[in-house]
């Protein structure tokens, strides 16, 4: 599905903010209206990342000054709930932002992490709790089915995402970085490094000069 939606056009929306005052407050609602779908017909869950606001009824056409009559007012309490752990393809798109890692090394740099048990690739969780561990390589369809026939059931669905939850080894070594030098936590400095990498394989530095640079500012 990745794959087809890369090669499908961008999605394309309005956003329309409605901004009304109530009795001196005012109230804003904002909603969209998407003219092309592009790449959703195959990510349709990516509606809700985008947080796209469709409407499943016609908003009346207003324009500015328009007076409204309030049929109702009610009241609700609710409470903050702690987002999800990071998403496998929100820590792509950071590591790419802040210039760490390449296309190439990117998918690398992850498994590594994986490997060396710093952090665990799980499915959603609920309230701040981590959800169910994936296995590497995916959960498989084989195994005994739900009513025993010889063991060829499906196995369990396909998580809907992947999060990296840090191990209390990964919290262990990060905590210690931070007692010695906070900055060695930041992107930048993992990013400075990634340049002058790329610096050498172009010719424009020597290996000797990075090595000899980076030790003197640590």
Not at 6 to 34: A, C, K, P, W
Not at 103 to 113: F, K, V
Not at 182 to 198: D, S, V, W
């Amino acid at each position: 599905r990745h794959y087809i939606a890369s090669l499908m056009g961008d999605v394309q929306y309005n956003e329309n903010v409605l901004r009304l005052d109530i009795g001196g407050e005012e109230f804003t609602y904002t909603y969209h209206e998407v003219t092309e779908r592009g790449y959703l017909f195959a990510l349709p869950w990516k509606a809700k990342d985008m947080q796209l606001n469709e409407l499943d009824w016609q908003m009346p056409r207003l324009s500015p000054g328009s007076r409204l009559t309030v049929e109702e007012v009610w009241q609700e309490t609710d409470h903050t709930k702690p987002p999800d752990y990071l998403k496998e393809s929100e820590l792509v798109a950071l590591m790419d932002k802040h210039g760490i890692g390449t296309d190439a090394s990117i998918p690398q740099h992850i498994e590594n992490i994986c490997n060396r048990h710093y952090v665990m690739v799980c499915g959603p969780g609920e309230d701040g709790q981590r959800g169910d561990v994936i296995p590497k390589g995916g959960k498989k369809g084989k195994g005994k089915g739900k009513k025993g026939q010889d063991g060829k059931g499906k196995g369990d669905d396909k998580p809907k995402s992947r999060h990296m939850v840090p191990s209390p080894l990964g919290l262990s070594f990060c905590a210690a970085f931070e007692e010695l030098d906070a900055e060695l936590c930041r992107p930048p400095i993992r990013a400075y490094m990634e340049k002058q990498c790329a610096q050498i394989s172009d010719g424009m530095l020597e290996k000797d000069d990075v090595v000899n640079e980076n030790i003197k500012i640590f």
